[in-house]
């Protein structure tokens, strides 16, 4: 493959990257947070960027609760323990209600919406939502990489003799603990940062914290919704 053949792949892939809304709802995510850390709450061009970021990624959730709730009622993989499965769609339920009242936030931030100690209070009730997703989130990934951990350690038993990572069935269960392990940590962190936005601990969880823990977050999302890469082709 050429240089210009290469860049062209390249483009294409970014191209295809920044078509997501859900990969420019993370690019912005972590611009919000980025700017939360700077101003560390306090009043300047930082925060004026925090508010109007968050703002502006309120327009591309919009509808966006309609995901969970499909998967809320979606049939689960078999074999899946039941306490797995409530976890997993009390994170659905939860992560939907979230995402609907962050609507009527948005409402009210534009002015549509006029009462603004209710919708203030809604903000308030969609943040516990998202903390408690996260929670259920972490769960559900610890949990399931449990669940692989055994798995894992069956076939290594059965691959004793031979080299593990030559076996696709290994690299695909090693691969998928790897992408949950990511999860587990974004999750977790997530929780923190929703602890942050409703200040539950505002001593330990500054906005500098809660930015710099966005932030990150958000790299995490960024970083998952990567296009898989191409392989080049042998003449």
């Known amino acids: 493959m050429s240089t210009l053949d290469a860049t062209r792949t390249e483009l294409a892939l970014a191209v295809l990257y920044l078509n997501k809304a859900e990969a420019r709802d993370k690019i912005c995510r972590a611009i919000q947070y980025g700017s939360k850390f700077l101003s560390n709450g306090q009043p300047g061009t930082a925060q004026n960027v925090d508010k109007t970021t968050s703002l502006a990624r309120k327009v591309f959730r919009l509808f966006k609760f309609v995901n969970d709730l499909h998967g809320l009622i979606s ?3 078999p074999g899946t323990p039941l306490p797995l499965v409530l976890l997993g769609k009390s994170k659905n339920a939860l992560l939907s209600t979230f995402l609907f009242l962050d609507q009527i936030v948005w409402l009210g931030r534009t002015g549509i919406y006029k009462n603004k100690e ?4 809604i903000g308030r ?7 408690g997703s996260s929670v259920c989130t972490t769960l559900v990934e610890v949990g399931e990489l449990g669940r692989l951990s055994g798995q894992i350690k069956k076939l290594e038993k059965d691959l004793k003799t031979g080299d593990k990572y030559q076996n696709e069935a290994y690299r695909a269960k090693f691969k998928k603990s790897n992408e949950r392990s990511l999860a587990l940590v974004k999750a977790a962190m997530d929780t923190v940062v929703a602890i942050g936005l409703l200040q539950l601990a505002p001593k330990k969880i500054t906005p500098r914290v809660t930015g710099a823990l966005g932030f990150t977050t958000s790299l995490i999302s960024c970083y998952q919704l990567l296009p898989a890469p191409v ?5």
């Open 118 to 121: 209710r919708a203030e209070l």
């Open 75 to 77: 049939p689960t993989a």
């Open 125 to 131: 009730i969609s943040l516990y939502c998202w903390m």
């Open 231 to 235: 392989k080049a082709k042998t003449s």
